[in-house]
């Protein structure tokens, strides 16, 4: 007779809880995901609003280049199939400051033509960043298996595929992006280089992420983010995995220091051999599991906002009819100053969806713009009412449309707003802490969070987030499921090899 299968339930349908379903079921085990919301992805997700579709994630997706480990793991939970077409993106984006417009482009040689013609003086400067950029597109996260499980050869072998990153680190990896930029004469290149990440993350960051552009490991999938956490429950569902959409959970079953199982909000209570906690670690820790069982090392960075930060946005969706607005992607640009969240803003970016042709009527396009916005504004957007929320919302989409008609008259007349969503708007939908759809920003001099994705105190329960690995993203979330997985088949010794 066959021993019945040993079953996993993971709380929580984003990437990490379907890559933990997918690699679940492929390790074997029975496997069941509860999702609170009608519909899985979390935060990789899109809306529609009057004919448009919103997409709210992928602005790109670490892990597209053929033949790299990631791509394999993209490919293992369905997101990217062979054929996947991406966005036809030339630029990773444009910074205007005053009259002068400077692009970081996919071709890293144009760039480097453009930022030297646009700053002869910041030659030396502009040199090193290009030299570095190219070192930093070696940079591959492991994926086989947890870090902490790594052996000497694992090192090895993944310090000789990354042979030229501790020049990065070494270069960049103590300085922060006001820092860099500092180093700049130009004003343009200054504004150039603290636009995309916020401007507390450590510089080596944003290298590595536009050398994913550059290096073509980091393109759009076409279709957007809510069709790739759908491809995603497709093969969960095709592998015969049960998702269970609509069903909050209210607590994790813990018996004799052991997960047991978890109790829906409807009370519904579902045994496991292994819980899964794929929500936002925050959730887990306060409404999930109990807050005691959050060690110091969690406790020390949730309180300490200044060494850890966290950043959300205040966003605002338009369909234009009027083909581009002015050239192609994101382009940051000056504005005359407003508050949202309370927060000064003097510069805002808006992005462009004309490379998704589908996402609105013919004719026209959906752009979007976005505000970064930290703890403070989300403070501040929780302590309103339900009428003031509403109000501030209105307020910011006057003052938005209002500077995007100055920066691109074009628009003037073409210009229908869609929808406005806020740091309290992820908090809602996915429970995010805070509002905070990344993890924490690593800073210069303050160790990267990470943590093994274990609950000190409680045996059979694993935590698949993103939240386990700065700065958090999808190729976190995605390692973070499988990761988790490999450790629960590795304590049932089974066999790892399709993993
Ligand atoms: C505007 C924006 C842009 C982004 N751009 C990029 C990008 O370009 N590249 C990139 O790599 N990443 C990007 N990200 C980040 C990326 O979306 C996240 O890192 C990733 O989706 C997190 O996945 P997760 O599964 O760890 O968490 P989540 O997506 O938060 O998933 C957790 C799930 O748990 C559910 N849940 C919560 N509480 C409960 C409960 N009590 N019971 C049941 N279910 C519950 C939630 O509804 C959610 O579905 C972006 C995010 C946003 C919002």
Redesign the pocket.
């Known amino acids: 007779m066959s021993e019945s299968k040993k079953k996993i339930v993971i709380?929580?349908?984003?990437?990490?809880?379907l890559a933990a379903g997918i690699y679940g079921r492929l390790a074997d085990y029975e496997v069941e995901i509860?999702?609170?919301?009608p519909v899985?992805?979390?935060?990789?997700m899109g809306w529609n609003r009057k004919g448009c579709h919103i997409d709210?994630?992928?602005?790109?997706?670490?892990g597209t280049k053929k033949g790299t480990a990631l791509r394999k793991v993209w490919e293992t939970v369905g997101a990217l199939e062979e054929h996947t077409e991406f966005a036809d993106c030339d630029s990773f984006y444009t910074s205007i400051t005053g009259n002068f417009r400077v692009t970081l482009w996919k071709d890293l040689e144009r760039t480097k033509e453009e930022l030297l013609k646009l700053s002869p003086e910041d030659e030396k400067e502009i040199k090193k960043f290009i030299e570095h950029v190219k070192y930093a597109s070696e940079c591959e996260m492991p994926v086989e298996k947890p870090m902490d499980a790594m052996g000497i050869s694992d090192y090895i072998h993944m310090g000789a595929s990354m042979a030229d990153m501790p020049k990065v680190m070494k270069e960049y990896g103590s300085i922060d992006l006001q820092e860099m930029a500092g180093r700049f004469k130009h004003p343009a290149l200054k504004a150039l280089f603290t636009d995309y990440l916020p401007r507390e993350y450590v510089a080596s960051s944003f290298l590595v992420s536009y050398a994913t552009i550059v290096s073509g490991n980091g393109e759009i999938p076409l279709g957007g983010s809510l069709a790739m956490a759908n491809r995603m429950v497709k093969r969960f569902q095709q592998l015969g995995g049960k998702l269970h959409c609509n069903?909050?959970?209210r607590r994790i079953l813990i018996k004799n220091r052991k997960a047991v199982g978890i109790e829906t909000a409807a009370q519904k209570v579902v045994l496991a051999d292994y819980v899964i906690s794929?929500?936002?670690t925050m959730?887990m820790f306060c409404?999930?599991i109990g807050k005691m069982y959050m060690d110091a090392k969690w406790q020390s960075c949730y309180a300490n906002t200044d060494k850890y930060p966290l950043f959300s946005?205040v966003?605002a969706a338009f369909m234009v009819d009027c083909g581009t607005y002015d050239g192609k992607g994101t382009i940051f640009f000056d504005c005359v100053p407003f508050e949202t969240g309370g927060r000064n803003v003097t510069r805002i970016s808006v992005k462009g969806y004309d490379y998704e042709p589908e996402f609105a009527p013919e004719g026209k396009m959906v752009v979007q713009v976005n505000i970064p916005q930290f703890d403070k504004e989300y403070l501040y957007w929780k302590g309103l009412t339900k009428e003031e929320y509403e109000n501030q919302k209105k307020e910011a989409v006057r003052a938005i449309e209002e500077r995007l008609l100055v920066q691109f008259p074009k628009l003037r007349g073409h210009m229908e707003f869609l929808d406005c969503w806020t740091p309290i708007t992820?908090e809602r939908?996915?429970?995010?802490y805070h509002g905070s759809?990344?993890s924490f920003i690593t800073k210069k001099g303050v160790k990267s969070f990470r943590v093994r994705g274990l609950v000190k105190g409680i045996r059979n329960l694993y935590i698949a987030?993103?939240?386990i690995m700065a700065p958090?993203?999808?190729?976190?979330?995605v390692t973070?499921g499988k990761f988790a997985i490999w450790r629960i088949a590795r304590k049932d010794r089974k066999m790892l090899e399709k993993m």
């Open positions: 709380v929580g349908g984003g990437i990490a809880g509860y999702e609170k919301n899985a992805g979390g935060e990789c709210n994630c992928i602005h790109w997706l670490t069903t909050p959970v794929s929500v936002d959730e409404n999930l946005a966003q992820y939908y996915c429970n995010a759809y990344m987030s993103q939240w958090g993203g999808l190729p976190v979330a973070a």
